[in-house]
């Protein structure tokens, strides 16, 4: 039986009640919302005048209503200490999303903190430390003055290396730019901090390093060129899925024919047609579906390339366009370098090509030419975009410069209708100070915790047993060097605090690693932690962002933090201030007074000392512009406050001047050298199933608030593994039996789902599931920049349970939208 | 979607009883803000309307008709094995809203899997599993109608396990 709320009548938000701006705190795309509040005693009616729409609700309103809101968009929250209603809705006037809500979005209230109608209870409320053989609840200063002292201490006798740091770098929920500068304030400003990683991956990098790298900044264009486009190149993007309001808002007006006047407003001088795409994908997906139901099937062409095999694709579009000499030649001219040397070294015939990626000459040549072919003379404008099946594969480093190649050589960075981007998978929120301390390539970090290096690690928001690779040995491994500190503070009674740091520091010298966790929620790798410090997310403190398109947006504080949770940034600010103190008492005066600098009280401290002061064009933006500036905020670079808005910047690049110091834009060399990460070829050879795997719309991320939803829970109960249905007779497996995943890095479970459409042999699993980790499988190698490759992997599979009862009430359908 | 007015007619006359006595009940209470009282149950009162006889079904063909209201449109569906919440002799006779609970698009039933199927967002559900979304944006499994079969067949609706899109009450 498929999961029901029995409401079926909600609160009516009254006129006059509170309207605050919210940007959905999941994805890259940013959806405008409204949070309305209004107090617990009262409520609005239907009558015009007495809610919030002027709308006659005792009518059945319209499809596409801005009058209405769904069970998930409601619930009752603590604001400034009052029980509040709250409706999280949509905003229709958002550019972004035009009133759309995703899955996920549109389930924020209903994923909020709620004494009052228990969601989200297992919010961490209060501080907890490792005490008398459990986590016990304690102070914010008894937690801060153990963990400064352990800190203190291991620095004091490793040095600045034996911190580790695992922490977010984005925006959204977990980040945003208050919390990556509190957070880099502490680690690269007062510190000098090496051993770092980032929420997703086992170092310190960019994902997109590549094309950073060819002073191609990889958020260049804006949502409106993909309206704009005469095709658009998706790789390894399942935007349907991921980017949810970005596709249906922007991309299918362009499949669907309706942004042709658009196309013949803003650029008139040339002729335009529907859209049409090109997908890179060894999978179909729910996106190729939708293009296909929208564009038709003429005009979308899904390219099922082997696993891994992208390069060769791109370096055989650039050969074959420079071939047929449809390149830029004025903007290769004037705004770039190295354009020959590329095309000589990175030279694939249409027959290599079709040999390594599996598709026919045919198919190379005919998206080539939707690519860059000339339309009655004009160049065509297309628009690339990338995210996780190009990062988190093969060679990403070459892989990603071979495609902003084709995108250079094709002049369509920088221009309408164009734009080499990744998709994204948060909202970014970066500012920090310099990370040049921490080298290239970064340190391996993980690995170097599996080696029994640092003796204290302070985690914010990321958690390695589900989003790792190697993730069975790291989980194992971290787990025997943390219980040694926990057997070791078991030992001395808490209330002598020198007894406890002395007892800790001893477990350390034995290879002992002393644990921090920084979240909202308890976490898989905080079951081994010995501190738990909660913190808020959005809307329970104010937070800025930037979506896809560098569109800045300030969410506004609409509620409390549960219990005495805090924002990261003055978390933060609070161990910084900590760490002032015991260092002093400790007699290093000069390293102490590294620490100074953070006295803030608010969220706003950390803005205006973070991104006002330091981001380029910083200087233009404050809360209460962004305020005034709604949920369409201005797109950064911030070049001006004028006439009461804050002026920004459409598209990058649009001048021809790029990043690299000489102000070009630099084509890289980038051959195909096979699967590049080691153990990779001896896994696909030992191995027969590759286990390819990411994400699903019902579930954002890895599930960590999702695992406390009914409505996800009742679709998702556990992990899915889209099995071809041949594969399934062969291993004797029925929809919902449990099957172990498992190779010679580890092993992990999953549900099975039957799929038609899966080619054989080729699997697609759920990623970071609390309930079943593929990163157990995933092998420890890396590329030359230690960015992890999660997609090429191989395993073999078994059956270990027939389908569990919950799994009767679960549909075994195919996800593709069809209208019979 | 292949419809049956005359029979949805027939529907729709029978209910639109119900629906006044229900339009009627409510405003009654909202409309005295002078006296204070408790505004009556705490959840709506559900008319009890006959949508259709078993014998107007044909196995897996949808037969349009609307509940709580006319303007609800849904429909009834004989499965032919049986089913979450299915009704009737066989259990498998269910009804569910056919306004798609995301953006208020029409849903049409795609007879070949059971599922219905948003043109708006390509959201779907399975008639099968009680509504489960089987992939789509919206927040809630599809509305399903609680249904009551008689000694004669007729069927009747008496209640809905979610909000329809487009009402903050299900009953107007």
């Known amino acids: ?820 | 979607m292949k419809r049956c007015n005359k029979l949805a007619e027939v529907g729709r006359r029978q209910f639109l009883t119900g629906a006044v006595i229900a339009a009627a009940a409510m405003p009654a209470v909202a409309l005295l803000p002078e006296k204070a009282r408790a505004a009556g149950s705490a959840r709506v009162e559900y008319p009890s309307n006959r949508l259709a006889n078993i014998a107007d079904l044909k196995p897996n063909e949808p037969l349009e008709v609307s509940y709580p209201d006319e303007d609800a449109p849904g429909v009834l569906l004989k499965l032919g094995k049986k089913v979450s919440g299915g009704a009737g002799p066989d259990g498998d006779i269910v009804g569910f809203t056919t306004i798609c609970p995301h953006k208020g698009f029409p849903l049409s039933y795609n007879a070949s899997d059971n599922s219905f199927n948003c043109q708006g967002h390509y959201s779907r559900f399975d008639a099968e599993s009680g509504g489960q979304e089987i992939w789509g944006h919206a927040t809630q499994n599809l509305p399903q109608y609680t249904l009551r079969v008689d000694d004669k067949g007729d069927i009747y609706a008496e209640g809905l396990d979610e909000l329809l899109y487009g009402r903050l009450s299900n009953v107007l």
């Open chain 1, 1 to 820: 039986m498929a999961y029901k709320r029995q409401i079926d009548r909600l609160p009516i938000i009254p006129a006059g009640a509170k309207k605050h701006n919210v940007v959905c705190h999941y994805c890259i795309v940013g959806c405008g919302y409204h949070a309305y509040t209004w107090p617990a005693n009262k409520q609005g009616g239907t009558a015009p005048d007495q809610n919030a729409f002027a709308a006659d609700l005792s009518k059945q309103q319209a499809p596409e209503t801005t009058a209405w809101y769904s069970p998930s968009m409601y619930n009752i929250v603590k604001q400034d200490g009052e029980d509040v209603h709250i409706v999280i809705k949509p905003d229709h006037d958002c550019v972004v999303n035009s009133g759309l809500g995703s899955i996920r979005g549109a389930r924020m209230a209903e994923m909020s903190y709620s004494e009052a109608r228990s969601t989200q209870q297992q919010r961490l409320i209060r501080p907890m430390v490792w005490r008398y053989g459990q986590m016990q609840p304690t102070s914010w200063d008894d937690a801060l003055d153990l963990v400064a002292r352990v800190t203190a201490q291991v620095i004091k006798e490793q040095g600045e290396d034996g911190l580790f740091v695992s922490a977010f770098d984005h925006g959204g929920a977990g980040g945003g730019y208050e919390n990556t500068w509190g957070t880099g304030k502490l680690y690269f400003g007062a510190m000098k901090i090496k051993n770092i990683r980032i929420h997703n991956r086992p170092a310190y990098n960019s994902e997109v390093h590549a094309t950073r790298d060819m002073g191609v900044g990889e958020l260049n264009n804006c949502y409106e060129d993909a309206e704009l486009a005469d095709t658009i190149v998706a790789v390894g993007t399942n935007a349907l899925e991921t980017q949810t309001n970005y596709f249906l808002n922007h991309w299918v007006p362009n499949l669907r024919g309706t942004s042709l006047d658009k196309k013949k407003k803003e650029i008139p001088d040339e002729p335009h047609e529907e859209g049409r795409i090109v997908i890179v994908d060894p999978r179909r997906t729910v996106t190729v579906n939708a293009c296909e139901t929208e564009a038709g099937k003429d005009r979308v062409m899904h390219l099922a390339i082997n696993s891994g095999t992208d390069l060769a694709l791109f370096n055989a579009w650039l050969t074959y366009i420079a071939d047929q000499g449809w390149t830029d030649k004025d903007f290769i001219e004037k705004s770039t370098v190295d354009f020959d040397k590329a095309v000589t070294g990175n030279k694939t015939s249409l027959e290599e090509a079709a040999k390594i990626t599996g598709l026919t000459v045919d198919q190379i040549k005919q998206s080539a030419a939707w690519i860059a072919e000339p339309k009655d003379g004009k160049r065509r404008r297309t628009m690339f975009s990338y995210e996780k099946g190009l990062i988190w594969g093969n060679d990403n480093y070459r892989t990603n410069a071979a495609l902003v190649n084709v995108a250079l050589a094709t002049g369509n960075i920088g221009r309408e209708g164009g734009g080499c981007v990744r998709m994204g998978g948060h909202q970014e929120g970066y500012v920090r100070p310099s990370d040049a301390h921490v080298g290239r390539p970064a340190a391996y970090v993980d690995k170097l915790l599996l080696e029994g290096k640092g003796g204290v690690h302070h985690i914010w928001a990321c958690d390695h047993y589900k989003t790792t690779l190697n993730a069975h040995r790291f989980k194992q491994n971290y787990k025997k060097r943390t219980d040694l500190v926990k057997d070791a503070m078991s030992a001395v009674p808490w209330g002598d605090r020198t007894a406890l740091v002395n007892a800790i520091m001893d477990a350390i010298h034995k290879g002992g690693l002393f644990s921090v966790d920084v979240d909202i929620v308890p976490t898989q790798i905080g079951q081994a932690s010995h501190v738990w410090l909660p913190a808020a997310t959005s809307g329970e403190m104010n937070l800025t962002s930037m979506n896809g398109e560098r569109r800045m947006r300030l969410t506004e504080r609409y509620m409390d933090p549960p219990g005495d949770a805090l924002p990261d940034c003055l978390i933060a600010a609070r161990i910084a201030n900590n760490l002032e103190r015991v260092i002093r008492e400790g007699g290093d005066e000069k390293y102490a007074d590294q620490f100074k600098g953070f006295d803030w009280k608010t969220d706003e401290d950390a803005f205006m000392d973070g991104y006002h002061a330091n981001a380029g064009g910083g200087e233009f933006v404050t809360y209460e512009r962004l305020r005034a500036m709604g949920t369409n905020g201005f797109q950064e670079p911030a070049t001006d406050f004028k006439d009461g808005k804050i002026v920004g910047t459409k598209r990058l690049f649009t001048d021809g001047k790029f990043g690299a110091k000489d102000g070009k834009a630099h084509f890289m060399e980038a051959q195909w050298r096979g699967l590049q990460a080691p153990g990779k070829d001896e896994q696909k050879k030992k191995f027969k199933y590759l286990i390819n795997n990411g994400r699903t719309n019902h579930i954002w991320q890895s599930a960590y608030l999702d695992q406390e939803n009914e409505l996800v829970m009742d679709r998702w109960p556990f992990p899915f593994i889209q099995i071809n249905p041949d594969d399934m007779a062969e291993l004797g497996v029925k929809e919902g039996d449990l099957v172990e995943v498992y190779n010679d890095d580890g092993s992990t479970q999953a549900m099975v789902y039957p799929t038609p459409t899966a080619k054989k042999g080729e699997t697609f699993m759920d990623f970071a599931n609390p309930t079943g980790v593929v990163g157990n499988v995933i092998n420890d190698g890396v590329n030359e920049l230690i960015l992890p490759n999660y997609k090429q992997t191989w395993a073999d599979i078994r059956k270990i349970s027939d389908a569990p009862a919950v799994t009767r009430g679960v549909t075994f359908k195919s996800p593709e939208y069809s209208a019979g």
